[in-house]
């Protein structure tokens, strides 16, 4: 059974920072993906971020490129989104996934995370 565990998230202001969390656990194999989507209100889900495991190979949405960025931390099987200079478009709840490959497409991630609110608001 493979688990996402998210923590993170909260309400910020514009220009400001947070950093999402995702421990993952279970059965996985060694070359799984894991990416980050988000999902606003009444907009479909969209993707944001993709990590390989090794972290070879890592991808961006445009519309986060420079301010958002992915990172992985070995010893504890746990992805991070450390994003800054939030924007009130950023509004959304925030996904964690696996995947077996790389890639941006929200159809090949098999487990998902819970699921956390970011608000960007002043």
């Known amino acids: 059974q493979v688990q996402l565990l998210q923590s993170g998230g909260g309400l910020v202001q514009p220009g400001g920072s947070l950093r999402l969390s995702c421990a993952v656990s279970?059965?996985?194999?060694?070359?799984?993906?894991v990416g980050w989507f988000r999902q606003a209100p009444g907009k479909e889900r969209e993707f944001v971020a993709a990590t390989s495991w090794n972290g070879y190979s890592i991808y961006y949405a445009d519309s986060v490129k420079g301010r958002f960025s992915i990172s992985r931390e070995d010893a504890q099987n746990t992805v991070y989104l450390q994003m800054n200079s939030l924007k009130s478009e950023d509004t959304a709840v925030y996904y964690c996934a696996v995947a077996p490959l790389i890639t941006n497409s929200l159809k090949l991630y098999d487990y998902w995370g819970q699921g956390t609110q970011v608000t960007v608001s002043s």
């Open positions: 279970g059965r996985l194999l060694n070359t799984y993906t």
